[in-house]
């Protein structure tokens, strides 16, 4: 056999030496390539994520993309997969470059083929960089100009939707197991859940809600509304919708078009419904809940899954629902039962005394094994430490006679429940909190009452809380009271609104309220009815021979238009209306106050109330009169005839001229709010000037700091609530008195113009420490930053809210806050951290909650290491640049219950360790609707004859017939406030002031001249 023998002659080590460096010299260039388009493929990621949002946006208007925007996705998703391989490619060059499999043998056998190698594929790499770096490049540019707009309105969708698909159950061990492995088992959509009341359905449907929280892999959206008794479809649909931010649903659809509404929108997508408590059938298919007539020949694993959970009393509801898998939650067992109860009582009690054990087992025998009942009892028990206190237990929940003399109830259920309610209500303090357990039942059924707005002012104004020197001191029984009802599980806390750090409203479970009305009803045989409507849309009152003898008549959240003429006294026995949160604009009669002569609490706030009658003046046994929320520009001279008047709420109106005397001689008069109105009219300082009342009157009030002086002088007056706008630059300079801080609960200080630097200084050598303060709200500091000087006060201060201040860099100071709880930041432009300075290494921060929104340049909350032991709740919305959260795993040890924020801000984090991700991914909540869903009131700020109007608020002026009732509501109340202000700064067509509009509520930052509305507008 031949050989090809070669000799070469040369420098072998050289040749290999300058060889590498070609092939470095060849890897370099494509790898510099590479760079450069993984660069511009992440602007056209973040892009085409921007993209996706506005298409979320715009699908909750009704709109779908257009064709030109998925076709320019599609393109993004190939071009991603297109760059991959080029990764790819490169990276398996560099391994064959640094391995052996270039080198090859320099002798070859005779006859052999040469081996020739594949030239280095740097070149091809580097030709198909540049070609997709110019594809990337020409996407950026379409994406600038050619997409506008982003979405259009569809064609109209065909409205035929087909039934979701029934599959035979299967059964797991316990209900909740049962449910979800049915549920990922894609057997069956539609699953009741039913049982007696007081059983435990709400609990099993809850804990459903909770792992498909933290298991978001089945659901796009997992939705939660309560299907009360006589609620109405029409209020479930807009739940929905409320829940989803969905906009396109009008007060003014039919249920049949809502219910296309929400299909369009749920179409493509998967959706658990959890519905609580259902008394009746429903259409699911007019709550957004079925399949499209396209879908009807796909294969069942290739369906959206629509999957409806629901509770009811009656295995009736689970049969006309069609429910194909039916659970009944029974009855706990004995032994069940005994676990339950100790539980919920003081186990060293129990331990204690062996015939206090014996007591407490025959106890929770008479509970039957439910729940409710079992629960309610224990915790009627707790602290009751005598072997008598418990055996009397047992006597009064066994004595038929001491909880049947008067009651009719025929369900088994039912005298179980009450037996259990009835000793929790004779185990109550007092009367005191025994008259607000009643109270609570006037609300409707499953209605969340806000503790501070409704509540403890409801029991207030009905006497029950009586025996106090200033407003504070009532909320603050009002607060030990709650506490009593929850403890007892009279009561039970709703759910946590999003950007607060506990639930401000709490309710009552039906079965308790059921209860409770059967007492407020028999209570010494008076027969004492009461009648409730709540959202029901009434558009007029009931019949009056439906409530012509009842003592207390709620009508809440409904649309009526006009109260009817009635005669004088129709109402005799009347003493408690409330018409809270009407509309359109409620009209009243003048016969209405003589037709109820024995009122003594009456709420007509939020009715959008004009004008009030001067037949007030005949409710001359009124003692609570709330008007908050109206558009009243002038108060009748019969309201200062109301001479046993305790309590006048006039929060948010429009008030021009109140009539010499009016306040004056309210003699009886203990707590006036007139906040939220600025600039305060005149008369009023007149008025409180003259105050000479039997009380000290707890104020809250709007004013500019330049009237500061005057509310120190105020005789016999303390500051609950107080809003300064148009301070000076000097917080320590203004002139703090006793009477306005002593009792100052709740502060805001906004609209500063002018100054570099805001001084705060509360601290002993200031004469005040402001001892009560609870919350401080700083709100459009245009120029300021905030200095908080060592030594400061504040010491009991809970809640600080920061918004709008352009200027501020950070808030180190925070840290000086020994009890905040909560720290809401919003809207500032220029801060790029929250805590520069930490301080010592071991610092902490003991806040609860932490919020942070619109806030372009901020890139992290504290450089240093600091510590958050009392963590629950962070949201995050709007800061694009916040890339790193400073605290790691030990957070979800602590008390870490969740964070809020949009999963593209989530998924772009940076992390030293990403198992702290995976530690943190479970508390993780998608926030995408935090904004749309909060509640918001139209600005206006007045300063130095320049109004200044966001263009939020800007754009209601602009509201036409059809729009939605939210934005309707809103624009009245901006209109009557505008008018309002433009008389009293005395505005006339020569001196023509600007409104201006704030850049930072939107892009749209042009000037808003006055002239440019019609004197109809106003």
Same mark, same amino acid.
């Given at each position: 056999m031949a050989f090809i023998k070669l000799n070469l002659n040369v420098d072998v080590n050289s040749c290999l030496s300058g060889l590498w460096a070609s092939l470095q010299l060849a890897i370099g260039r494509p790898k510099t390539a590479i760079k450069k388009l993984e660069k511009e493929m992440a602007r056209l990621r973040g892009k085409r994520n921007d993209i996706k949002n506005q298409i979320s946006e715009a699908e909750r208007e009704g709109k779908i993309p257009t064709n030109e925007v998925n076709q320019w996705l599609q393109e993004v998703e190939e071009l991603e997969g297109q760059v991959a391989d080029i990764n790819q490619d490169f990276q398996s060059m560099i391994s064959c470059f640094s391995c052996n499999c270039f080198s090859f043998s320099l002798t070859q056998e005779a006859g052999d083929q040469v081996p020739i190698r594949e030239p280095s594929n740097g070149c091809s790499i580097i030709r198909r960089v540049v070609k997709k770096l110019g @594809?990337?490049?020409?996407?950026?540019?379409?994406?600038?100009?050619? *997409?506008?707009?982003?979405?259009?309105?569809?064609?109209?969708?065909?409205?035929?939707?087909?039934?979701?698909?029934?599959?035979?159950?299967?059964?797991?061990?316990?209900?909740? @197991?049962?449910?979800?492995?049915?549920?990922?088992?894609?057997?069956?959509?539609?699953?009741?859940?039913?049982?007696?009341?007081?059983?435990?359905?709400?609990?099993?449907?809850?804990?459903?809600?909770?792992?498909?929280?933290?298991?978001?892999?089945?659901?796009?959206?997992?939705?939660?509304?309560?299907?009360?008794?006589?609620?109405?479809?029409?209020r479930l649909q807009m739940e929905i919708a409320r829940t989803l931010g969905l906009n396109t649903l009008q007060e003014s659809d039919d249920e049949a078009t809502c219910g296309d509404k929400l299909f369009s929108y749920l179409k493509n997508k998967n959706c658990l419904l959890l519905l609580d408590d259902s008394c009746e059938y429903l259409n699911l298919q007019l709550l957004g809940m079925a399949h499209s007539a396209t879908e009807q020949g796909q294969q069942q694993h290739e369906l959206r899954r629509k999957v409806v959970v629901f509770t009811t009393r009656s295995e009736i509801v689970c049969a006309r629902m069609e429910a194909e898998k039916k659970i009944k939650v029974k009855c706990l067992d004995q032994d069940q039962a005994w676990q339950l109860f100790k539980e919920n009582v003081d186990g060293d009690v129990l331990s204690s005394d062996r015939g206090i054990n014996s007591c407490a087992q025959e106890i929770a025998k008479e509970c039957a094994g439910l729940p409710l009942a079992l629960i309610t009892v224990a915790r009627a028990m707790l602290g009751k430490k005598s072997w008598e206190l418990w055996k009397d237990a047992l006597h009064q929940i066994r004595d038929k006679h001491e909880w049947t003399s008067t009651i009719d109830l025929s369900e088994e259920d039912s005298v179980v429940m009450y037996k259990a309610f009835k000793l929790s209500y004779d185990s109550l303090e007092n009367d005191s909190i025994r008259e607000c357990l009643l109270c609570c039942a006037l609300w409707p059924e499953d209605y969340e009452i806000h503790k501070f707005k409704e509540l403890i002012p409801c029991w207030i104004g009905c006497g029950i809380i009586r025996e106090f020197n200033v407003i504070n001191e009532a909320f603050t029984k009002g607060c030990s009271? *709650? @506490?009593?009802?929850?403890?007892? !599980?009279?009561?039970?806390? !709703?759910?946590?609104?999003?950007?607060?750090?506990?639930? @401000?409203?709490?309710?009552?479970h039906d079965v308790i309220r059921d209860m409770a009305l059967l007492m407020f009803s028999e209570l010494k045989g008076n027969r004492r009815k009461s009648i409730v409507k709540a959202g029901f849309g009434l558009h007029n009152l009931p019949r009056q021979e439906e409530w012509q003898e009842a003592e207390r008549a709620l009508f809440i959240e409904n649309q009526i238009v006009s109260l009817p003429e009635y005669e004088a006294s129709s109402f005799p026995k009347l003493s408690m209306l409330i018409l809270f949160f009407n509309y359109p604009p409620l009209n009243i009669p003048r016969s209405l106050f003589t037709s109820m002569p024995r009122l003594t609490y009456l709420d007509l706030s939020k009715c959008f109330i004009i004008e009030l009658p001067m037949e007030i003046g005949s409710l001359t046994e009124l003692q609570y009169l709330n008007l908050s929320y109206n558009t009243i520009t002038s108060l009748p001279l019969e309201l200062g005839c109301l001479g046993k008047l305790e309590y006048l709420l006039l929060r948010d109106n429009c008030l021009k001229t109140v009539p010499n005397g009016i306040i004056s001689n309210l003699l009886m008069l203990k707590w006036l709010d007139i906040s939220q109105q600025i600039p305060v009219c005149e008369q009023w300082w007149d008025e409180l000037v003259h105050f000479r009342g039997c009380h000290q009157l707890s104020l809250e009030i709007s004013i500019y700091a330049t009237d500061l002086k005057r509310l120190n002088m105020l005789p016999n007056v303390s500051v609950r609530n107080l809003a300064m706008s148009g301070l000076s630059s000097n917080f320590q300079m203004l002139q703090w008195s006793l009477r306005v801080t002593d009792n100052l609960e709740c502060l805001t200080i906004s609209n500063v113009w002018k100054g570099d630097q805001l001084m705060v200084n509360a601290g002993v050598?200031?004469?005040?420490?402001?001892? /009560?303060?609870?919350? *401080?709200?700083?709100?459009?500091?245009?120029?300021?930053?905030?200095?908080?000087?060592?030594?400061?006060?504040?010491?009991? +201060?809970?809640?600080?809210?920061?918004?709008? /201040?352009?200027?501020?860099?950070?808030?180190?100071?925070? +840290?000086?806050?020994?009890?905040?709880?909560? *720290?809401?930041?919003?809207n500032c432009q220029e801060m790029e951290e929250i805590i520069s300075n930490v301080g010592s290494s071991n610092s902490s921060f003991g806040i609860k909650m932490l919020g942070l929104s619109k806030m372009d340049n901020l890139q992290r909350i504290a450089y240093q290491p600091l510590h958050f032991p009392y963590l629950e709740y962070i949201t995050v919305s709007y800061c694009p640049r916040l890339k790193k959260l400073p605290f790691g795993a030990e957070t979800v040890k602590n008390r870490l219950k969740e964070i809020q924020g949009g999963p593209n801000w989530w998924d772009d984090l940076d992390w030293d360790d990403h198992r702290i991700k995976d530690s943190l991914t479970p508390y993780f909540r998608d926030g995408s609707n935090l904004l749309r869903q909060e509640k918001w009131q139209p600005t206006l700020i007045v300063e130095d004859h320049i109004i200044w109007l966001p263009a939020l608020s800007r754009r209601l002026l602009r509201c036409k017939p059809g729009d939605s009732d939210d934005d309707a509501n809103a624009s009245l109340s901006l209109r009557t406030r505008l008018a309002s202000t433009y008389q009293q700064l005395d505005i006339d067509d020569d001196g023509l002031r600007t409104v201006h509009a704030d850049a930072d509520y939107s892009d749209d930052a042009d000037a808003y001249d006055f002239a440019d509305t019609d004197d109809d507008d106003l």
């Open positions: @594809e990337a490049n020409e996407l950026m540019s379409r994406a600038s100009i050619v *997409l506008d707009p982003i979405a259009t309105v569809g064609p109209p969708e065909p409205t035929v939707m087909l039934p979701i698909v029934h599959r035979p159950p299967v059964g797991i061990e316990s209900y909740v @197991e049962d449910i979800v492995g049915y549920i990922d088992g894609g057997e069956g959509s539609i699953i009741g859940i039913y049982g007696m009341g007081g059983v435990g359905k709400t609990t099993v449907l809850k804990s459903v809600q909770r792992h498909y929280y933290n298991h978001r892999i089945i659901f796009d959206h997992v939705i939660w509304v309560v299907a009360s008794k006589d609620c109405q479809l029409k009271h *709650l @506490e009593a009802l929850m403890a007892a !599980s009279l009561l039970e806390h !709703s759910s946590r609104r999003p950007n607060y750090y506990e639930a @401000e409203h709490v309710k009552m050598d200031c004469e005040s420490n402001f001892k /009560c303060l609870k919350t *401080l709200n700083f709100k459009f500091l245009y120029q300021l930053k905030i200095n908080w000087v060592d030594g400061v006060g504040f010491n009991n +201060l809970r809640d600080l809210y920061i918004s709008n /201040c352009y200027k501020l860099k950070d808030v180190s100071w925070v +840290l000086q806050l020994s009890c905040l709880n909560l *720290l809401s930041i919003l």
